[in-house]
């Protein structure tokens, strides 16, 4: 069972940088690709990052193209998505998501909250 744990969510002005981080718990970490969703209140759940197996693979929404950066560090199991210049707009509880050739494993979801 792969465990994900979401970090460094809170509160942010807008304009500023946030970088969210995620934990997994499986030693075959490199063999899934991996996504951040989130949702807004209100809203339907967004696909806002991907990253492949390899890490030599991203694509964002149009939302969040040119303002945020997913990457990941394999030998540590990690993944994370660096934001910057953040809107309003962006918040919402955002979701770390493992996606493998049979299963995808959701975290529990981290709170983001862009506001003055």
């Known amino acids: 069972q792969l465990q994900l744990v979401e970090s460094g969510g809170g509160l942010v002005q807008p304009g500023g940088p946030l970088t969210l981080s995620c934990a997994a718990s499986?030693?075959?970490?490199?063999?899934?690709?991996m996504r951040w969703y989130r949702q807004g209140a209100g809203k339907e759940r967004e696909l806002v990052a991907h990253?492949?197996?390899?890490?030599?693979?991203?694509n964002y929404a149009e939302s969040v193209k040119g303002r945020f950066t997913m990457s990941r560090d394999n030998a540590k199991n990690i993944v994370s998505l660096q934001m910057t210049s953040l809107k309003p707009e962006d918040t919402a509880v955002y979701y770390c998501?493992?996606?493998?050739?049979?299963?995808?494993?959701w975290g529990h979801g981290i709170q983001v909250i862009v506001s003055s």
């Open positions: 998501v493992a996606a493998g050739a049979l299963h995808v494993y």
């Open positions: 499986v030693f075959t970490f490199s063999q899934y690709a």
């Open positions: 990253i492949n197996s390899k890490g030599d693979l991203t």
